[in-house]
């Protein structure tokens, strides 16, 4: 018994070495073999990726393929732009492919992708090439090139220490996402397909060096005929500064600012809902330039983006929700080159709060609140209440400026009304109402112990200048209020709304543009050559 007993264990060791010995070899010639399938693979990959790419190419330095786990990673590999190759598209250091062994055991047989700091670069000369492009986007080739790379479709994407750098027009001043990590899963929709989102993902990057930004969602990949996504953003600590190289091509300068947001949003062929719980913009100065050179693109921009808010206006499927905006110690300017003599006004210290916003009107009006001190000093009062779009413009406007030194407006009094001041303050309090088409309330400004007339100051000036400003110093003695000092007048705004395709806002800045620098200010030059013939 004894002797039978340790042959079989002899035979049973043999067994056992015999199978680590041919496990040992196996694995040994497809490790070898892994080395010599490297070059033909790599040279058949990049064929068939420009093959299938159109107005793309790409060049794969290496690839190392693992026949034991049915790995394959891509090193260096590079995308690029056929009609402007430089920068690179997209690098990828290393793109590993593999089989997502979990899912075996659930008989799937799908791959897992993993992409360790990508490199995505794009220009502004880029865009514009795959704007003008015939190619539909699904007619590139994107989807046929990565099944070249790998056969098995993708479960399972990992990024991680991605960047994405845009370059508009100042290639010194780019727009970058850096430290970019992104994760998705059950993109096949192997699991939970009965639910509406099955797939998970996140993402998380710093912004523009300082800020932070994080997406948490869940996902239809597989939805036609496109992706359905839904999640929520969170945006901290954004600079908004470095938007101006995007926003200085719809003529606005922006100088500090920093950013914080937080929402949710849902874009699916059957559901589009944006909720946005909270913006909030602090210490922003910016600036709206117009000229005479922009004036057509300006004109141009104006109509399309008032073309696209008709549009968005109480569309059914589609809901904008704003709970909050907010702009916080902001500094909101209009400067104007398209006069003889420039100017700029301007909202100091600017708090300006915005809710219940909503693209559709059975949400309720939304309301607008603003403090500022207008030009620097005077104190700024101003309510909004206003409708969707449905129907066109509707709104009530009450605003309140109180003893703003006029000093500080004499490039605006040399631009329409060719005189400047030594002193006095200047007030205003204005009402409009815009509703069906029609248009009614007032403007009324006033002018308080204003000093028109410097001896010392204008002495450099000609005889004539010197004599209109004299006169214009009189007018607003003539016009005075003995009791109060103040020199006032008043401009009634009624009529019909005359360009249907101007926003809201638009309207209003003509109504106060044309009932007080081109009705109240040529006043005064009116008034003086009245005199003068007398």
């Known amino acids: 018994m004894e002797v039978k007993s340790w042959a079989k264990k002899l035979k049973d060791s043999k067994s056992v070495r015999w199978v680590v010995g041919i496990s040992l070899a196996l694995a040994l010639v497809l490790y070898s073999a892994s080395y010599f399938l490297n070059e033909p693979l790599r040279s058949n990959i990049e064929k068939k990726m420009n093959s299938d790419l159109k107005g793309y190419s790409v060049r794969l330095p290496g690839v190392h393929v693992q026949l034991i786990s049915l790995s394959l990673t891509l090193k260096g590999l590079t995308v ?214 922009t004036a057509a693109a300006e004109k141009k921009g104006a109509v399309i983006v008032e073309k696209a808010a008709k549009e968005l206006s109480n569309k059914p499927g589609l809901l904008l929700r704003a709970d909050q905006v907010s702009l916080i110690g902001c500094t909101l300017g209009m400067v104007s080159e398209e006069t003889r003599k420039p100017y700029r006004i301007f909202l100091a210290d600017t708090d300006f709060h915005l809710s219940n916003f909503s693209n559709n009107f059975s949400q309720g009006p939304a309301h607008a609140q603003l403090k500022a001190k207008f030009m620097g000093s005077g104190i700024t009062r101003a309510s909004a209440v206003f ?62 112990d204003m000093k028109v007339y410097d001896r010392r100051k204008d002495k450099k000036r000609s005889y004539v200048h010197q004599m209109y400003e004299m006169m214009i110093g009189g007018v607003a003695s003539l016009l005075e209020n003995r009791s109060k000092q103040e020199v006032a007048t008043k401009a009634d705004i009624t009529g019909r709304v005359g360009n249907p395709e101007m926003s809201t806002w638009q309207i209003v800045v003509e109504l106060i543009k044309n009932a007080f620098f081109k009705a109240i200010l040529p006043s005064f030059e009116k008034e003086v050559r009245g005199k003068n013939k007398r």
């Open 80 to 293: 690029l732009q056929q009609a402007h190759p430089d920068p690179p598209v997209v690098y990828f250091p290393a793109l590993k492919a593999s089989i997502h062994w979990r899912e075996i055991l659930a008989g799937k047989l799908v791959g897992e992708f993993m992409l360790d700091q990508p490199k995505i670069n794009i220009n502004l000369q880029q865009l514009r090439s795959e704007a003008a492009s015939k190619v539909p986007l699904k007619d590139l080739g994107w989807q046929q090139a990565v099944e070249d790379i790998y056969p098995l479709k993708i479960n399972t994407l990992k990024i991680n220490d991605a960047s994405i750098t845009y370059i508009d027009q100042d290639p010194k001043k780019p727009l970058v996402l850096s430290h970019l990590n992104l994760q998705a899963t059950n993109i096949r929709n192997l699991h939970l397909p009965d639910k509406v989102y099955p797939s998970s993902f996140h993402l998380d990057t710093a912004i523009f060096g300082t800020g932070h930004g994080s997406i948490d969602g869940a996902a239809n990949f597989l939805a036609e005929p496109y992706p359905g996504v839904k999640g929520r953003l969170v945006l901290e600590k954004v600079p908004v500064e470095y938007l101006s190289t995007v926003t200085s091509r719809s003529n606005l300068t922006i100088h500090g600012g920093v950013l914080q947001a937080s929402g949710n949003a849902e874009y699916s062929p059957t559901v589009k809902n944006v909720h946005l719980e909270n913006l909030t913009i602090q210490g922003m100065k910016m600036d709206y330039v117009h000229s005479q050179r």
């Open 387 to 448: 409708r969707p779009e449905k129907e066109g413009p509707d709104l009530d406007l009450y605003v309140k400026i109180e003893d703003t030194q006029l000093t500080a407006m004499n490039n605006l009094l040399r631009a329409y009304g060719d005189f400047d001041v030594s002193g006095g303050s200047f007030s205003l309090v204005t009402e409009l109402h815009i509703k069906n088409d029609a248009i009614s309330g007032y403007i009324k400004p006033f002018f308080k």
